[in-house]
């Protein structure tokens, strides 16, 4: 349901980026890394497709004409983005995957307060209502998966996964927001090579404090991590990266 006056090649990008993204749960689970390892391995692959598109585009350039204002808005944006896969990796390693897909997919909810209040972007009646038909959507999906954690005993584990999957979608919906504010400002490859970028750099640090172990890392596991950078990362959310020139967040 888009807004009036979007551009239609948004909708089936977005669909690519939804297809994308769906990969995420699954892989997440299937790894046994750190989940910052996970985080900060996926987007050292992602760094490396972008930098060969900025040095093919000569998109860095754009990076001269950025007030500090909005350096520190992308830097944020981020920084964001890390705690959200930080926050999310943990939830999917404590709680169900349908649990965590569902409560870090509450994320429209805050992305169309966000652009209320922050962006002056109101959402027709049509995009709430297309908001409310997914949460429904997606709780239906996982009804049966969360009676079954909720007579588990190891429940206050799953508690805490739920918790952290509700803080990954609070960041992410401030990503989100952000990212709207400076795609007009921005390409996409300059775009999301600073604000990836930086999250790679707040990833390193969180690390480094929560000594999680980065190296070494078997095949197993980097092709896992290549997996996340080029389905869920480089096709998911950057295909949402470029939506948000184009669409509403």
Same mark, same amino acid.
């Given at each position: 349901?888009?807004?009036?006056?979007?551009?239609?090649?948004?909708?089936?990008?977005?669909?690519?980026?939804?297809?994308?993204?769906?990969?995420?749960?699954?892989?997440?689970?299937?790894?046994?890394?750190?989940?910052?390892?996970?985080?900060?391995?996926?987007?050292?692959?992602?760094?490396?497709?972008?930098?060969?598109?900025?040095?093919?585009?000569?998109?860095?350039?754009?990076?001269?004409?950025?007030?500090?204002?909005?350096?520190?808005?992308?830097?944020?944006?981020?920084?964001?983005?890390?705690?959200?896969?930080?926050?999310?990796?943990?939830?999917?390693?404590?709680?169900?995957?349908?649990?965590?897909?569902?409560?870090?997919?509450?994320?429209?909810?805050?992305?169309?307060?966000?652009?209320?209040?922050?962006?002056?972007?109101?959402?027709?009646? #049509?995009?709430? =209502? &297309?908001?409310?038909? *997914?949460?429904? $959507? /997606? +709780?239906?999906? !996982?009804?049966?998966?969360? @009676?079954?954690?909720?007579?588990?005993?190891?429940?206050? #584990?799953?508690? =805490? &996964?739920?918790?952290? *999957?509700?803080? $990954? /979608? +609070?960041?992410? !919906?401030?990503?989100?927001? @952000?990212?709207?504010?400076?795609?007009?400002?921005?390409?996409?490859?300059?775009?999301?090579?600073?604000?990836?970028?930086?999250?790679?750099?707040?990833?390193?640090?969180?690390?480094? @404090?929560?000594?999680?172990?980065?190296?070494?890392?078997?095949?197993?596991?980097?092709?896992?991590?290549?997996?996340?950078?080029?389905?869920?990362?480089?096709?998911?959310?950057?295909?949402?990266?470029?939506?948000?020139?184009?669409?509403?967040?």
């Amino acid at each position: 349901m888009l807004a009036p006056g979007t551009d239609r090649r948004a909708s089936v990008v977005l669909g690519f980026a939804l297809l994308g993204v769906s990969f995420s749960g699954p892989l997440v689970r299937l790894a046994h890394a750190h989940p910052l390892a996970i985080a900060a391995w996926r987007l050292a692959f992602s760094l490396i497709v972008i930098a060969v598109a900025l040095l093919a585009t000569g998109e860095w350039r754009q990076w001269r004409r950025l007030t500090w204002r909005e350096a520190g808005i992308a830097a944020g944006a981020g920084s964001m983005l890390a705690l959200h896969f930080w926050s999310w990796n943990s939830s999917v390693g404590l709680t169900s995957v349908a649990a965590s897909v569902v409560l870090v997919n509450t994320q429209p909810v805050v992305v169309a307060l966000l652009s209320v209040f922050w962006l002056r972007e109101r959402p027709s009646r #049509r995009q709430w =209502l &297309g908001i409310a038909i *997914a949460m429904i $959507g /997606a +709780l239906v999906v !996982a009804i049966p998966d969360l @009676a079954v954690t909720s007579g588990a005993a190891d429940r206050p #584990r799953a508690l =805490l &996964g739920d918790l952290l *999957a509700l803080v $990954g /979608a +609070l960041t992410a !919906a401030t990503y989100f927001v @952000a990212g709207r504010r400076l795609r007009g400002t921005l390409e996409l490859w300059a775009y999301v090579g600073l604000v990836y970028g930086s999250c790679f750099v707040a990833l390193l640090l969180i690390a480094f @404090a929560a000594s999680a172990p980065l190296l070494p890392q078997p095949p197993r596991e980097l092709a896992i991590f290549a997996g996340l950078a080029l389905g869920p990362m480089l096709l998911g959310h950057t295909g949402l990266n470029w939506a948000l020139k184009r669409s509403p967040a």
